[in-house]
Nanobody, 128 residues
Framework: QVQLVESGGGAAPAGGSLRLSCVVS????????VAWFRQAADKEREGVAV????????AYTDSVKGRFTISHVASKNTLYLEMDNLKPEDTGMYYC?????????????????????WGQGTQVTVSS
């Protein structure tokens, strides 16, 4: 049974930093596509950052480029999202996700349906 467990959310002032972690267990594939999504109140879920654990290809949504960094440590089965220079519009529930096939293909940031496994989410609140 695949499980993804996020942690590290909380409250931060604008300009501050937070680091999210996602531990993946029960996953047997050696390579896959992993990502962070977020959902603000009354808005659709949006892709934030994506990472191919085999090729190490990565991508970000435009609004977080230069501020957020996605990384993956295979030996710990852990995905991270370092968030710097936070803005109030970064507020939302953050979810990590893992695909059920090798690698990233298509436009995974724009397609939450690409991912088969999801965590329960961790809340991030940025005050102005």
């Amino acid at each position: 049974q695949v499980q993804l467990v996020e942690s590290g959310g909380g409250a931060a002032p604008a300009g501050g930093s937070l680091r999210l972690s996602c531990v993946v267990s029960g996953y047997t594939r050696s390579s896959t596509c992993v990502a962070w999504f977020r959902q603000a109140a009354d808005k659709e879920r949006e892709g934030v950052a994506v990472f191919d654990t085999d090729s190490r290809w990565l991508a970000y949504t435009d609004s977080v480029k230069g501020r957020f960094t996605i990384s993956h440590v295979a030996s710990k089965n852990t995905l991270y999202l370092e968030m710097d220079n936070l803005k109030p519009e970064d507020t939302g529930m953050y979810y990590c996700a893992a695909g059920g096939r090798p690698g990233c293909s298509g436009r995974p940031l724009q397609n939450s349906g690409f991912f088969d496994f999801w965590g329960q989410g961790t809340q991030v609140t940025v005050s102005s």
